[in-house]
């Protein structure tokens, strides 16, 4: 296993005090710049990729990477160098690192019935990376290893309605959780991203009003996603109105699915089963 850089190490020139290896003193005023950020996101991406298992296929790597770069390059951050990967995971996530590199699991690609939801859950987490949500955790707890926190969030190793669970990197992580203002940013962000890629921007309105039916009938193998992503009705209603507040297209037509899309999914499903644990939701059960 690869170790991860901690942020108290990466940033020792510029901190006031380091205690240990990953403390900073309360005193100490943590700021991280847009090539700390980079360089943190690609080791943790390193540590994420050596531990995850991603789906290795040319076309789909491919079609995810122009999907996300369409929307990454109407964005205030086109010039960052983002990176789009497929965890080879049965249940519904994404995540994003700092620095641009966003992570979606093969299962979020396969439930998604259309480009745009895809494109809509997309457009959020580069939405978080845009607004550098997670740089502002990591200035706020210098200490919390994002490498094993998206592990956690990707493979839901680390949560699940039953309780306790093994995180396989040997340490125990928690969820990553964004303040609700950071979340209601990020759909705000969503909204925009796709609309200006051409995409219909209801695409995240959908996936998150059919995901509040199946949770009901299949609370389980979603749980995963609402964990990471709180929804409810009013997410839903505040989503509406940006996307009603969008100028109008002036007879452009938004794309809403593609023949690319539809090709990518299938071959995703026509692929084995994700290796074990990253089955349904991921788990690994503690061995006693």
């Not at 770069?69 to 995971?89: C, E, G, L, P």
Request: proline fraction near 5%.
């Amino acid at each position: 296993m690869r170790k991860v850089r901690p942020l108290a190490e990466l940033l020792s020139a510029r901190a006031c005090c380091v205690l240990g290896v990953l403390a900073l003193t309360a005193a100490c005023a943590v700021s991280v710049s847009e090539s700390d950020e980079q360089e943190m996101g690609a080791e943790y991406a390193a540590s994420v990729d050596s531990q995850v298992p991603l789906v290795e296929d040319t076309a789909v790597t491919r079609f995810l990477t122009a999907l996300g770069r369409s929307m990454t390059s109407q964005t205030s951050r086109a010039n960052i160098d983002w990176s789009f990967k497929v965890a080879n995971a049965s249940g519904m996530n994404a995540f994003a690192l700092p620095g641009g590199f966003v992570y979606v699991t093969r299962g979020l690609i396969e439930h998604s019935d259309s480009l745009n939801e895809l494109a809509g859950v997309m457009g959020h987490e580069i939405g978080h990376v845009v607004r550098r949500h997670n740089v502002k955790q990591l200035e706020e707890a210098a200490n919390t290893d994002r490498a094993v926190v998206a592990l956690c969030v990707l493979t839901s190793v680390c949560s699940t309605l039953g309780g306790r669970i093994a995180v396989q990197v040997g340490a125990e992580a928690r969820t990553a959780q964004y303040s609700q203002a950071q979340e209601a940013e990020a759909d705000s962000e969503a909204v925009v991203n796709a609309y200006r890629a051409g995409i219909d921007p209801e695409g995240l309105t959908l996936f998150l009003e059919k995901l509040l039916e199946q949770r009901t009938t299949q609370p389980t193998f979603i749980e995963a996603f609402f964990a990471t992503h709180p929804t409810d009705e009013s997410r839903i209603r505040a989503l509406r109105k940006h996307i009603a507040a969008l100028p109008r297209s002036n007879g452009t037509r938004l794309t809403r699915d593609a023949p690319e899309f539809q090709m990518v999914r299938a071959r995703l499903r026509a692929m084995p089963p994700p290796p074990s644990p990253y089955d349904t939701m991921g788990v690994a059960t503690r061995q006693q």
